[in-house]
């Protein structure tokens, strides 16, 4: 069984903001939801204000509100097990506990707060049933409402638009299933709840109030509207519509090589694995776990023995995909991918069939998403004037801080 730094490399998984988490059932209890529903109102809350909410008489009444809720879903044993996997953010982390007194928090309660609303409630009732809490829904719904706007220049979209589709029948683009929380970069195309959505402008990066690597996006849809929102709220849209997917780039054909011809020279390809390997953090973390390699051979010839060889983790593997390279020489190419996400590599050791240590080189833990967009810097001949950034789990700019 592989030995794994795990403290570094569980770090390097929370750095890129991809958690993985596994699916909450589909049917959820009325009370389940109502939970849920008051959690995303004060994560809507964080995003849009960039800090946790806080008590006092000076704060909004809404905030306030949030404030004492977020405490009481942080002392419920069962709020937080309904919550699990939903905290992105790590709002019910203990370390993300506002620094109140005891007074400020017992300054006001839901029953006092809603009563200053015009509301009525039952004090006899607890946090869990959070009756005034709108159904997600209802909260869905509103946001479509506030959020989306008419596009004035989506006449700059359409064709991009009518050319993706043209792309997809052709079978240029192709579209993949949305990996949870994976990159997202300016000119990315998704679908999201049947309609293309391309994300148009990105802002400058910041740190929220609470720890995480956000930045704000203008997102243009295909019915001529468009949105203002975080990059963590356009995730998090993504992840919970299970029909989502991201639209890949043209085919590469290829590299280097500008105009391609019957005696261009063959000289390998590159491609990219996934591991089959049953041991547990392999399994949990297969889907940013990829082996980066380059061969001059057939690459299914190549990884035939895969589960002989410490090279693959001495399991089977899976072929995410492959591009082939023309007039080049393939080590080279290796040297300069594997150098380039050399800070993220996988940190893994096992022993081969002869009881030696073995330290495989080639597995970094980095999104699909970002080895494609390296392959295309490669291939438009700038990848100098980038690096990968673990934090924000995207490319940036070498001349950028």
Same mark, same amino acid.
């Given at each position: ?166 792309? +997809?029948? &052709?079978? %240029? @683009?192709?579209?993949? *299933? ?5 990159? $997202?970069?300016?000119? #990315? =195309? ?40 975080? +990059?963590? &709220?356009? %995730? @998090?849209?993504?992840? *919970? ?5 991201? $639209?890949?780039?043209? #085919? =590469? ?42 061969? &001059? ?105």
């Amino acid at each position: 069984m592989p030995k794994y730094t795990t403290d570094d490399d569980l770090a390097l998984l929370e750095e890129l903001g991809l958690e993985i988490t596994t699916d909450q059932t589909d049917q959820l209890s009325a009370r389940e939801e109502r939970i849920i529903a008051g959690f995303e109102e004060i994560q809507r809350f964080v995003e849009e204000q960039g800090r946790m909410p806080q008590h006092g008489s000076d704060r909004d009444i809404f905030e306030r509100l949030y404030a004492v809720r977020l405490d009481r879903l942080r002392e419920s044993s069962e709020c937080r097990e309904v919550l699990k996997g939903l905290d992105a953010g790590g709002l019910l982390d203990a370390n993300n506990i506002n620094q109140s007194s005891e007074s400020d928090i017992a300054e006001i309660t839901d029953a006092e707060l809603l009563a200053a609303l015009g509301a009525e409630t039952d004090p006899a009732q607890d946090i869990t049933h959070l009756t005034h809490v709108r159904s997600r829904q209802e909260i869905k719904t509103a946001e479509e409402i506030a959020q989306r706007n008419q596009c004035a220049d989506f006449a700059e979209f359409k064709p991009i638009f009518d050319q993706v589709q043209q792309d +997809l029948k &052709s079978g %240029q @683009r192709q579209t993949i *299933k949305y990996q949870d929380n994976a990159a $997202i970069n300016q000119g #990315d =195309l998704f679908i999201l709840d049947g309609q293309k959505v391309i994300v148009a402008e990105m802002g400058k990066w910041f740190t929220s109030d609470y720890g995480l690597p956000n930045s704000r996006l203008r997102v243009v849809y295909d019915n001529g509207t468009e949105s203002d929102l975080l +990059l963590r &709220s356009l %995730q @998090r849209a993504l992840n *919970k519509d299970k029909t989502s997917r991201r $639209i890949t780039t043209p #085919d =590469l054909g290829p590299l280097f090589s500008d105009t391609p011809a019957k005696d261009d020279l063959v000289t390998g390809y590159i491609y990219v694995l996934r591991s089959k390997s049953d041991d547990p953090f392999i399994v949990a973390n297969h889907s940013i776990i990829h082996k980066i390699g380059v061969t &001059s051979g057939d690459v299914k010839k190549r990884v035939a023995n895969a589960p002989k060889d410490p090279t693959y983790l001495l399991a089977d593997v899976e072929i995410i995909t492959t591009f082939k390279l023309a007039n080049i020489n393939p080590k080279k190419l290796e040297a300069l991918l594997h150098k380039f996400f050399d800070h993220v590599r996988l940190d893994v050791q096992l022993q081969d069939r002869f009881g030696i240590p073995v330290k495989p080189r080639e597995w970094f833990l980095v999104p699909l998403e970002v080895v494609e967009s390296v392959i295309t810097k490669i291939k438009e001949g700038n990848l100098d004037q980038f690096r990968y950034d673990p934090e924000t789990a995207n490319l940036v700019r070498t001349d950028v801080t």
